[in-house]
Each structure stands twice: as structure tokens, then as C-alpha cells.
């Protein structure tokens, strides 16, 4: 199938620092990418949508500019914690759909654990 | 609007007994549905999904899943389990002109020896 890779897989940060998690389509074109967001032992949250060219949209309670992502090629989408918290650590998965097609199957990237202290 | 519901946030079954694992879903449309897999400390994997062909969908790993209309119902089964299957399982559904997936809460499946 289809591969999905992100990096980091792990990263601690400062509280007050920004960092960057990557998202990788390796071997196909996404016009559309998905960040999601996981606390233990819960289901995946979905923070927005990536749209390749355009602005993401943003789930309802997920701030806009601490969440920034930004999808300059069909392949490489990116979101930036910034100034992290404590509390925004988290897992975060990101996700790409091959073609447009609602049904056609999404694939997720192996997740980057984010922990700031 | 569509929504996912799992029963049951833990399931444990002997190895080489039944699983099943159970999702049912509310939409407005004719949803496509998906089983993912998660493992500790890892992204989801497809096991499987159904996209209005068949109604019975084989999956990877020996899992397969019903789609049934009038239960609203997209249940997860395996004839027998293995050690390996142990894992978080994730039933979620989209549906035409929705670009967003919609997961259920999720269900941990543990298998005893």
C-alpha cells in the first residue's frame, strides 16, 4: 500500500518553543492531508485538513495560530506547535488520502510523539 | 452529520476463540467505512474497508467485516485469534462529498493465552 512517513517520531521541547512535525506522502500525490490528534487512550481527534495550495481548515476549538499548517507540495504537509506547552503534548498522527475520492483509503503516518517540559 | 459508535472500549478473548468487534455508524448518505488497527506507540494501519461493493469485506490478518444496512452495523470478525492481534481497533466512516473520516472511540482487543 501506499506510504505515509512523518519525523520526527519523537520530540521534547521547551515550553515557549515551536516545533515542526512533517508529513510525507513517499510514493503518491495528496491533495489532501490530515492532522489528528491523540490523547492516551482515546480515539484519534481530528484538527484539520490540509489542503495543498490553500489554507488548512480547522476543526471547531482548534486554534488556528498555535496549529500552523501548511501543505506547499502534493507530497509534504507540516504542522508547527508553536509556542508549546505542556499540555500540548500529545501524539500526533497525520494522514493522506490517495485521490479525491471519499471512499479511496487513507493512509496514516506513524505518529510523532511531542512532549514539552 | 455522521457518527461512529463502538461498543465496548476493551475486549478479551481466549487465543484461538472468536473475535468480534462491533461499530455501528449513523449517516445521513451512504457511508464508506474503514478498520483500522493500531499498535502501541504506532500511526493506523487499513484492515480493511467497504466502499458499496460487496457487502462482506476480507481484510489483512484473516479479519473480515459485514456491512449490514439495516443494523446500521459494520462489525470486525476473526474466526480464531492470535497473540499478534492484540491492538487497538478503530472503526470509522465517511461519506460521499465528506472529505473528513469520522472514528469511533476505539476498542482494545486483548487475547489471553
Known amino acids: 500500500g501506499a506510504v505515509v512517513s512523518q519525523h520526527p517520531s519523537r520530540v521534547i521541547c521547551k515550553s515557549g518553543t515551536s516545533v515542526k512535525i512533517e508529513c510525507r506522502s513517499l510514493d503518491f500525490q495528496a491533495t489532501t492531508m490530515f492532522w489528528y490528534r491523540q490523547f492516551p487512550k482515546q480515539s484519534l481527534m481530528l484538527m484539520a485538513t490540509s489542503n495543498e495550495g490553500s489554507k488548512a481548515t480547522y476543526e471547531q476549538g482548534v486554534e488556528k495560530d498555535k496549529f500552523l499548517i501548511n501543505h506547499a507540495s502534493l507530497t509534504l504537509s507540516t504542522l508547527t506547535v508553536t509556542s508549546a506547552h505542556p499540555e500540548d503534548s500529545s501524539f500526533y498522527i497525520c494522514?493522506?488520502?490517495?485521490?479525491?475520492?471519499?471512499?479511496?483509503?487513507?493512509?496514516f503516518g506513524e505518529g510523532s510523539w511531542l512532549t514539552v517540559v | 452529520a455522521q457518527s461512529v459508535t463502538q461498543l465496548g472500549s476493551h475486549v478479551s478473548v481466549s487465543e484461538g476463540a472468536l473475535v468480534l468487534l462491533r461499530c455501528n455508524y449513523s449517516s445521513s448518505v451512504p457511508p464508506y467505512l474503514f478498520w483500522y488497527v493500531q499498535y502501541p506507540n504506532q500511526g493506523l494501519q487499513l484492515l480493511l474497508k467497504y466502499t458499496s461493493a460487496a457487502t462482506l469485506v476480507k481484510g489483512i490478518n484473516g479479519f473480515e467485516a459485514e456491512f449490514k444496512k439495516s443494523e446500521t452495523s459494520f462489525h470486525l470478525t476473526k474466526p480464531s485469534a492470535h497473540m499478534s492481534d492484540a491492538a487497538e481497533y478503530f472503526c470509522a466512516a465517511t461519506s460521499g462529498g465528506y472529505q473528513k473520516v469520522t472514528f469511533g472511540t476505539g476498542t482494545k482487543l486483548q487475547v489471553i493465552p
Open positions: 494522514s493522506a488520502r490517495v485521490g479525491d475520492s471519499p471512499g479511496n483509503t487513507i493512509y
